[in-house]
């Protein structure tokens, strides 16, 4: 259920609406959308929290709100006002601690009040009272590299809270710990909410870990990429604490995880076109061929058939790092995935059952089928050298995918290195096709 905070007459029931919201690189009519039409609300008393593939527009979406970017279409409200310029009610936690290594720990709360120009009893005050919340008490005068990582980011939760923001905006702030300080993190953000024991009257946070969401937020709002945009919603009815090991925490966790993985589509949906051409470009995902093995080979011994939350866990593997090995086991034609579950396909039971040179020739035969991967190829083959410049390649990809289009391109090459359809010149910087 919802954290019970009453709205005021200045902090109405709804507190963020996001209308139609968009933010797109480039120009008409080439433009790369980042996200397109969100449309989202959070009202006072709920964590929400925000999941989804990398390079959906999570972390992207967090700075629109707290009015770090300005949108391309559609408009921020905030207590139903537009949003212009940095909005004063929120406050971010990195998942990066973002301390000043020469200041003290309190010297590093006050920063925030300090800038919006508190005296120095009243910064010194706060500051002390949120060192002693946060279970920092008797380190007020260390220095970041004196501090665990847990410690360090507790130092940046009191810095966000120092302001008393309304709206907390968490971006992956457990990510960078490791598990222990990360579940002893989590349980302590959790005390201060359930408890009240801080000014805020909402939290959105941005997580990979969808056990991590189901075990924190009210409300879990699944986001889709290319471009990136709301799916759908999943409310969490269950109550505080919340343990992974029940039934009903385990079947929200693999509901959530259906939502995120969705359906395979056909196969044009799953390839897209080539750029330039009409339809939507899809972007590759960023995955190693090389590492397909290992999943397919997993799923094979499963008898063809593994639920993605379990299999997660089994590898030892977070969403951003196990979906976009799905991915391209789902452009390849290895694998599907269907209600949350991944099947081995006619093609992956041979490629699993295959030797290294016959698994190679499998992916040759599928990768040049990646329409991205086989763009670059026939543009190759046209050349009258069969050797261009990379620099070429990125211009022709950057209305496309914007600034991604490095990063796009780096993955096409490794792919293509892969399947032995060209390769690349680090010296020259020149993509070239083998004799």
Same mark, same amino acid.
């Given at each position: 259920m919802p954290h019970a905070v009453a709205a005021t007459a200045t902090a109405p029931a709804t507190l963020l609406r996001l209308e139609k919201l968009g933010i797109a690189y480039g120009r008409p009519p080439r433009l790369f959308y980042a996200l397109r039409d969100v449309n989202l609300q959070i009202d006072v008393g709920e964590f929400v929290c925000l999941v989804g593939p990398s390079g959906c527009g999570k972390s992207t979406l967090l700075r629109l709100v707290a009015g770090l970017l300005a949108p391309t279409e559609g408009r921020v409200l905030y207590r139903g006002e537009p949003l212009r310029g940095v909005n004063p009610h929120t406050a971010i936690v990195f998942q990066t601690f973002a301390l000043f290594p020469w200041l003290t720990v309190t010297e590093n709360v006050e920063v925030a009040l300090k800038a919006r120009g508190f005296p120095p009893p009243a910064r010194s005050e706060r500051a002390q009272r949120l060192i002693e919340l946060v279970g920092l008490a008797g380190f007020e005068d260390a220095y970041p590299r004196e501090l665990s990582g847990g410690m360090r980011q507790k130092v940046g939760f009191a810095r966000a809270l120092a302001v008393e923001p309304e709206l907390l905006c968490l971006d992956e702030p457990f990510s960078a710990l490791d598990v222990l300080s990360a579940e002893a993190l989590r349980g302590e953000l959790l005390e201060l909410w359930t408890h009240r024991a801080m000014p805020t009257r909402a939290i959105l946070m941005v997580t990979h870990n969808i056990e991590e969401a189901v075990e924190l937020a009210d409300r879990i709002v699944v986001m889709a990429k290319d471009p990136g945009r709301v799916l759908t919603e999943v409310r969490i009815d269950l109550r505080h604490p919340r343990r992974r090991q029940d039934t009903a925490f385990q079947a929200l966790a693999d509901h959530v995880y259906a939502a995120v993985a969705g359906? *395979?589509?056909?196969?044009?949906?799953? #390839?897209?076109?080539?750029?330039?051409?009409?339809?939507? *470009?899809?972007? !590759?995902?960023?995955?190693?061929?090389?590492?397909?093995?290992?999943?397919?080979?997993? #799923?094979?011994?499963?008898?063809?058939?593994?639920?993605?939350?379990?299999?997660?866990?089994? !590898?030892? /593997?977070?969403?951003?790092?196990? /979906?976009? #090995?799905?991915?391209?086991?789902?452009?390849?034609?290895?694998?599907?995935?269907?209600?949350?579950?991944?099947?081995?396909?006619?093609?992956?039971?041979?490629?699993?059952?295959?030797?290294?040179?016959?698994?190679?020739?499998? !992916?040759?035969?599928?990768?040049?089928?990646?329409?991205?991967?086989?763009?670059?190829?026939?543009?190759?083959?046209?050349?009258?050298?069969?050797?261009?410049?990379?620099?070429?390649?990125?211009?022709?990809?950057?209305?496309e995918f914007g600034d991604k289009a490095d990063e796009q391109l780096d993955l096409a090459v490794d792919w293509g290195r892969y399947a032995d359809l060209f390769a690349y010149d680090e010296d020259a910087a020149e993509l070239y096709l083998e004799a």
């Open positions: 359906r *395979t589509g056909t196969e044009a949906e799953v #390839l897209g076109t080539a750029p330039g051409a009409p339809g939507a *470009t899809r972007k !590759l995902p960023g995955a190693r061929l090389e590492a397909l093995a290992g999943l397919v080979e997993k #799923l094979a011994a499963e008898g063809g058939q593994a639920d993605l939350p379990r299999l997660a866990a089994e !590898l030892g /593997m977070e969403l951003d790092d196990l /979906m976009p #090995l799905v991915e391209a086991a789902e452009r390849l034609g290895l694998a599907r995935v269907e209600q949350g579950d991944l099947h081995l396909l006619a093609l992956g039971r041979d490629y699993a059952d295959a030797s290294i040179p016959v698994r190679k020739e499998i !992916l040759a035969g599928r990768v040049l089928r990646v329409p991205l991967v086989r763009w670059v190829y026939e543009t190759l083959q046209r050349d009258d050298d069969q050797r261009i410049v990379r620099s070429f390649f990125v211009e022709a990809l950057r209305s």
